[in-house]
Every structure is written in structure tokens, then in C-alpha cells.
């Protein structure tokens, strides 16, 4: 403590009465554990004749200050003149030190951090640089931000107004892997057959520790690389399903494979024609063909364990369209056309001769009138022995030799099968047009 005295003691001397504080100092502030400054301060000293002296503050004694405790306190000013003391007050502010910089040890502090995280402060010290050169480790420190994001880059560290920053490295949410826990029940399909996710369950593990779990319902289902959902393979080799969660932090696939087998046929059965009473009619010589598919059914049985009736078709069956029918043929072997080892014998009449049996309804004739063979039946003698009745219709390959009547006639001959057979029918006169007005008449 600085004890500032200024002693007058010449004999005869006027005595001091009174001491003021005319001029407060500068400052009022005196730093924790320092001094007061008083520069700037004045007092007048009054004496008992009634003159009056100024003196600067600094010049006096002054007693009752404690600078270890914070805070406001009245300090006495003395003064003592011609062995006479008078006083007066100042109050006076015990403030801490200014802190003039932080001083940070980070070397056990954790600087990586997930989005999300809380600043882990275990193992920071803080070290306050204070203005009277003393240091110490301060722990009424803030700390911001203190939820880690991915733009956050370092913390900041206040104490009393003064910062440091400590270096920090965010991690963005993300998914750390996703994985299939659990395969779907079924795993064998055949070609074209709805795909069943029950049983599936995919796991997915994220950068932050959390774990979700999708189940089938839950998760989406596509053609291998594709964006087009799967709901069954499309061909033996679509095998590859990518599966695609809609996670926390992103969407996630995983791939699973099943086993896809192609649909074939293992039999086919005939179901018509099944003897020679319905069986298919040709001439010797003709090329096989299904010239009425509506007379061939047929059953295909599949190794999904489907079936199928169908017509006869090149769709379904080849055929030998190379080797003529012979005169002694009684069947005509097809092929089916997805696995030729599955074949099936057609039963087949060869026709010999035909006759007419049955005349068409119409067997009157005007000029320009249509022939009509409605009601035609044809008695077909079959190689063999046997014969076989055919009725004309839009498939009994039945053909007149014409099909308008253009003049006088008295028979329409048919053709049928490359046989010719022909039967009588009347012609009406007055239909048909003078000649000599269709040559343009007399004048």
C-alpha cells in the first residue's frame, strides 16, 4: 500500500479545519489486488483563517481500502498540516483484472463429431491470461455452438468477453451400410409369376449408431439397375431384385437374387380330332396346313403346373409343309413350337371322290343374282373305304366357279379339294335384258 503524507510542522503555521474533494479522479476503478490511481483528483484544504489551498489527490494518505474484495468501498483521505489532521471520502471500485487472452489445451479433446453430436468438452483446460500478467485456469467459460452441424468447422470458447476457437470436423448424417437380415420365403419363380417379398428384411446401420429396420412391406422392389418395379421376372435371366429402403438419412438398396425357371410345355394332349370320323379331310397330294383351326383343340400342360386349351396354329405347332399328303396317310405328325420333342399325331382322311348328295337351297337363277351354296352337302368317298358327308360353309373349302350369274346357265359346278362336281339349276328369262337395248335398241 502506497501511504502518501504530507507533514507541516513549523511553529506559527495556520492550522488545516476542513478537507473536500472538489475534483473526483479519472478513474475510480482499482484493479483487484493493485492500487488506486488518483490522477486527476483535487481537494481543497480549508484553514481556521478562512484561506483555502488545492492539492492533488495523489498527494494524501489514504486508508481503508481492501483491494482483494470486489466490489464498492469508501476510502478515507488523509491530510495533516501544522500537527493537525483533517479527512475527507472517495468511493472507489474493486474490479477483477481484464482478461487479455484464453489459452486453450485440447491435446485429449474430441475434435470429430457426427451431425447432431453435443461438443464433448472432458479433457479441455482453459487458461485466462489476465492484464496484471497473472495466468490462471478458469472454468466460467461458454461454449458455442455446442450441436455439432455440418457447416460447423470449430467451437468457439468465451470467458469474460475474450474468445479462442478450437478446431472441429462434422460429419453429415449417412448411412453406414445396409444389409439384407433376412431373405424373402419363397426364392423360386417361374417366368411371368408374381414376385412374394414376405420374409424379406433388410437392416440399415448409420453413421450416428442408430439402426432401423425395414421390413417387406416397408421396402420397394425393382428390375436390377432399372426404376421400374418389379412384380415378377420377365424373362429366365431377370433374376437380380434391387431392394431400396427410404431410410432416416437417405434412401438405401441392397441386391438379393432369386431362382427364375422359363415356363415349358411337358405334354400336350389332343383333344380333337381323336379318328377319322372328325379328322382333318385332304387330297392326296395337298401340303398339311390347320385349314380350320376350329376343328384341332388341343391341351398344353406347363411345368408351373398350368395348362391351356388352344386352337390349331402355327402359333403353337410346326409342321412338315415340305412332304405332300399321300393317298395311304392316316395321321400327320406336329411338333409343338416351344420344345419340338413334344409332338402329336392329327388323324387325316384322304379324299378319293365327290359327289353331290344334298342341293343348295338356291337353285334358281335370274341375271346378276349371287350364287348362293347355302344347304350344299357333298358326299366325300374317302381311300380306304368309307365315305365322309361335308356341308358348305365359309371354312369347307368349298368354291363355286362362279359367283355371279352373268347369263343363261343350267348347272354351277363347285370345287372342292381339287374335284370338280356339278348340279343342274334353272335360269329365268325375263330377268335378263333385251340385247338389242343393251347393243343401244332400234332408232
Same mark, same amino acid.
Given at each position: 500500500?502506497?501511504?502518501?503524507?504530507?507533514?507541516?510542522?513549523?511553529?506559527?503555521?495556520?492550522?488545516?479545519?476542513?478537507?473536500?474533494?472538489?475534483?473526483?479522479?479519472?478513474?475510480?476503478?482499482?484493479?483487484?489486488?493493485?492500487?488506486? =490511481?488518483?490522477?486527476?483528483?483535487?481537494?481543497?484544504?480549508?484553514?481556521?483563517?478562512?484561506?483555502?489551498?488545492?492539492?492533488?489527490?495523489?498527494?494524501?494518505?489514504?486508508?481503508?481500502?481492501?483491494?482483494?474484495?470486489?466490489?464498492?468501498?469508501?476510502?478515507?483521505?488523509?491530510?495533516?498540516?501544522?500537527?493537525?489532521?483533517?479527512?475527507?471520502?472517495?468511493?472507489?471500485?474493486?474490479?477483477?483484472?481484464?482478461?487479455?487472452?484464453?489459452?486453450?489445451?485440447?491435446?485429449?479433446?474430441?475434435?470429430?463429431?457426427?451431425?447432431?453430436?453435443?461438443?464433448?468438452?472432458?479433457?479441455?483446460?482453459?487458461?485466462?491470461?489476465?492484464?496484471?500478467?497473472?495466468?490462471?485456469?478458469?472454468?466460467?467459460?461458454?461454449?458455442?455452438?455446442?450441436?455439432?452441424?455440418?457447416?460447423?468447422?470449430?467451437?468457439?470458447?468465451?470467458?469474460?468477453?475474450?474468445?479462442?476457437?478450437?478446431?472441429?470436423?462434422?460429419?453429415?448424417?449417412?448411412?453406414?451400410?445396409?444389409?439384407?437380415?433376412?431373405?424373402?420365403?419363397?426364392?423360386?419363380?417361374?417366368?411371368?409369376?408374381?414376385?412374394?417379398?414376405?420374409?424379406?428384411?433388410?437392416?440399415?446401420?448409420?453413421?450416428?449408431?442408430?439402426?432401423?429396420?425395414?421390413?417387406?412391406?416397408?421396402?420397394?422392389?425393382?428390375?436390377?439397375?432399372?426404376?421400374?418395379?418389379?412384380?415378377?421376372?420377365?424373362?429366365?435371366?431377370?433374376?437380380?431384385?434391387?431392394?431400396?429402403?427410404?431410410?432416416?438419412?437417405?434412401?438405401?438398396?441392397?441386391?438379393?437374387?432369386?431362382?427364375?425357371?422359363?415356363?415349358?410345355?411337358?405334354?400336350?394332349?389332343?383333344?380333337?380330332?381323336?379318328?377319322?370320323?372328325?379328322?382333318?379331310?385332304?387330297?392326296?397330294?395337298?401340303?398339311?396346313?390347320?385349314? =380350320?383351326?376350329?376343328?384341332?383343340?388341343?391341351?398344353?400342360?406347363?411345368?408351373?403346373?398350368?395348362?391351356?386349351?388352344?386352337?390349331?396354329?402355327?402359333?403353337?405347332?410346326?409342321?412338315?409343309?415340305?412332304?405332300?399328303?399321300?393317298?395311304?396317310?392316316?395321321?400327320?405328325?406336329?411338333?409343338?413350337?416351344?420344345?419340338?420333342?413334344?409332338?402329336?399325331?392329327?388323324?387325316?382322311?384322304?379324299?378319293?371322290?365327290?359327289?353331290?348328295?344334298?342341293?343348295?337351297?338356291?337353285?334358281?337363277?335370274?341375271?346378276?343374282?349371287?350364287? =348362293?351354296?347355302?344347304?350344299?352337302?357333298?358326299?366325300?368317298?374317302?381311300?380306304?373305304?368309307?365315305?365322309?358327308?361335308?356341308?358348305?360353309?365359309?371354312?369347307?373349302?368349298?368354291?363355286?366357279?362362279?359367283?355371279?350369274?352373268?347369263?343363261?346357265?343350267?348347272?354351277?359346278?363347285?370345287?372342292?379339294?381339287?374335284?370338280?362336281?356339278?348340279?343342274?339349276?334353272?335360269?329365268?328369262?325375263?330377268?335378263?335384258?333385251?340385247?338389242?337395248?343393251?347393243?343401244?335398241?332400234?332408232?
Amino acid at each position: 500500500m502506497l501511504v502518501l503524507t504530507l507533514l507541516v510542522a513549523c511553529s506559527g503555521e495556520k492550522s488545516p479545519v476542513k478537507l473536500t474533494v472538489t475534483e473526483p479522479p479519472a478513474s475510480t476503478k482499482v484493479v483487484q489486488g493493485g492500487d488506486p =490511481d488518483f490522477t486527476g483528483g483535487v481537494v481543497t484544504v480549508e484553514y481556521e483563517d478562512g484561506t483555502t489551498k488545492d492539492l492533488e489527490m495523489s498527494e494524501l494518505e489514504y486508508r481503508g481500502l481492501n483491494n482483494a474484495e470486489l466490489g464498492q468501498q469508501t476510502v478515507a483521505l488523509i491530510y495533516t498540516e501544522a500537527g493537525k489532521t483533517v479527512s475527507a471520502t472517495v468511493d472507489l471500485t474493486v474490479v477483477s483484472p481484464k482478461v487479455t487472452a484464453l489459452k486453450l489445451q485440447t491435446d485429449t479433446v474430441k475434435k470429430e463429431y457426427i451431425e447432431g453430436e453435443t461438443f464433448d468438452k472432458r479433457g479441455l483446460v482453459v487458461i485466462a491470461a489476465f492484464q496484471t500478467g497473472e495466468e490462471r485456469e478458469v472454468e466460467a467459460y461458454e461454449i458455442s455452438p455446442l450441436t455439432m452441424t455440418p457447416s460447423t468447422t470449430a467451437v468457439t470458447v468465451t470467458y469474460r468477453s475474450v474468445t479462442a476457437t478450437i478446431p472441429v470436423s462434422v460429419e453429415a448424417h449417412a448411412v453406414v451400410s445396409a444389409v439384407i437380415t433376412s431373405q424373402p420365403t419363397k426364392r423360386e419363380y417361374f417366368v411371368g409369376e408374381t414376385f412374394l417379398s414376405a420374409g424379406l428384411q433388410m437392416k440399415v446401420t448409420n453413421n450416428d449408431g442408430t439402426v432401423e429396420v425395414f421390413s417387406a412391406d416397408q421396402l420397394k422392389y425393382y428390375h436390377g439397375e432399372s426404376s421400374i418395379l418389379y412384380y415378377g421376372a420377365w424373362t429366365k435371366g431377370d433374376d437380380t431384385i434391387r431392394v431400396v429402403a427410404d431410410a432416416l438419412y437417405g434412401s438405401v438398396e441392397a441386391m438379393i437374387k432369386v431362382t427364375v425357371k422359363e415356363v415349358l410345355p411337358t405334354r400336350v394332349t389332343l383333344l380333337a380330332p381323336t379318328s377319322s370320323e372328325d379328322a382333318l379331310i385332304f387330297a392326296a397330294g395337298d401340303p398339311f396346313d390347320f385349314y =380350320d383351326p376350329d376343328l384341332v383343340s388341343i391341351r398344353i400342360d406347363y411345368n408351373d403346373g398350368t395348362h391351356r386349351v388352344v386352337e390349331g396354329s402355327t402359333d403353337y405347332f410346326d409342321y412338315d409343309t415340305d412332304t405332300p399328303i399321300s393317298s395311304l396317310d392316316t395321321f400327320v405328325t406336329i411338333r409343338s413350337a416351344e420344345d419340338p420333342s413334344l409332338t402329336l399325331n392329327i388323324p387325316i382322311v384322304v379324299v378319293e371322290g365327290v359327289e353331290v348328295s344334298v342341293l343348295p337351297t338356291k337353285t334358281s337363277y335370274t341375271f346378276e343374282d349371287g350364287v =348362293d351354296l347355302s344347304g350344299l352337302e357333298l358326299l366325300v368317298t374317302l381311300a380306304g373305304g368309307g365315305t365322309r358327308t361335308v356341308a358348305y360353309s365359309d371354312t369347307s373349302r368349298i368354291y363355286p366357279n362362279i359367283t355371279t350369274v352373268g347369263g343363261e346357265i343350267d348347272e354351277i359346278t363347285v370345287r372342292y379339294l381339287g374335284f370338280r362336281v356339278a348340279f343342274a339349276v334353272t335360269y329365268s328369262e325375263s330377268s335378263d335384258p333385251d340385247p338389242e337395248e343393251s347393243e343401244g335398241g332400234e332408232d
